[in-house]
């Protein structure tokens, strides 16, 4: 179950919308996808479950959509604090699998 | 508010084993439908989740590293841990331990800081 993430950085302003995508080799059972945001030193976040659910405490800014086998998270206007890398991962299968991550820089 | 965090040595002699272990605050290890997971991230690359051991003690291990692999729960303690043996510069990355929940929740909601460990003589 391979998760193809893209572009590899985003290079982008402060204010700008942020376009982040995942694709999967077969398709995602139940929308099984979630995203996270690393950061050096601090513990990864999750931001979206089931595709385009929010985990709590998430600001409305981020939103994720698809099905099937494509999904995107889109930040809408980026501000200064959400520079990292973002995953995507899949638990449809057993064998949990995360993409390659997309690096957004501020 | 669930935290964890990984504690152990930041470095390890090839060959030997790997030891760490992640103390759960704010939830108990044993409380139903919960799993309880260790995800890697070797230098530069992306994360690679481990293996996992749901709240009455049974493991799961990724394919490429079951037979180095134990993880195992000590409900006394309020804690996991991860043994990886024969270690090779290859298992050197950031290890971090999180919670997974349960069938369609299945994804991970809480993760400690991570834990740096270098295989290195």
């Known amino acids: 179950f391979v998760l193809t993430q893209s572009p590899g950085t985003l290079s982008l302003s402060p204010g700008q919308r942020a376009t982040l995508s995942c694709r999967a080799s077969q398709s995602v059972n139940k929308r099984k996808i979630a995203w996270y945001q690393l950061k050096p030193g601090q513990a990864p976040r999750l931001l979206i479950y089931g595709a385009s659910s929010r985990a709590t405490g998430i600001p409305d800014r981020f939103s994720g959509r698809g099905s099937g086998t494509d999904f995107t998270l889109t930040i809408s206007t980026l501000e200064t604090e959400d520079f990292g890398v973002y995953y995507c991962q899949q638990y449809a299968n057993s064998l949990r699998t995360f993409g390659q991550g997309t690096k957004v820089e501020i | 508010q669930v935290q964890l965090q990984e504690s152990g040595p930041g470095l390890v002699k090839p060959s030997e084993t790997l030891s760490l272990t992640c103390t759960v605050s704010?939830?108990?290890?044993?409380?139903?439908?919960?799993?309880w997971s260790w995800i890697r991230q070797p230098p530069g690359k992306a994360l690679e989740w481990v293996g996992f051991?749901?709240?009455?003690?049974?493991?799961t291990y990724t394919p490429s590293l079951k037979s180095r692999l134990t993880i195992s729960l000590d409900t006394s303690k309020n804690q996991f841990s991860l043994k990886l043996a024969s270690v090779t510069a290859a298992d050197t990355a950031l290890y971090y331990c999180?919670?997974?929940?349960?069938?369609?929740?299945?994804?991970?909601?809480?993760w400690g800081q991570g834990i740096l460990v270098t295989v290195s003589s």
């Open positions: 051991v749901s709240f009455s003690g049974v493991p």
């Open positions: 999180a919670r997974e929940g349960y069938d369609d929740d299945s994804f991970f909601d809480y």
């Open positions: 704010g939830g108990s290890v044993s409380s139903g439908y919960y799993f």
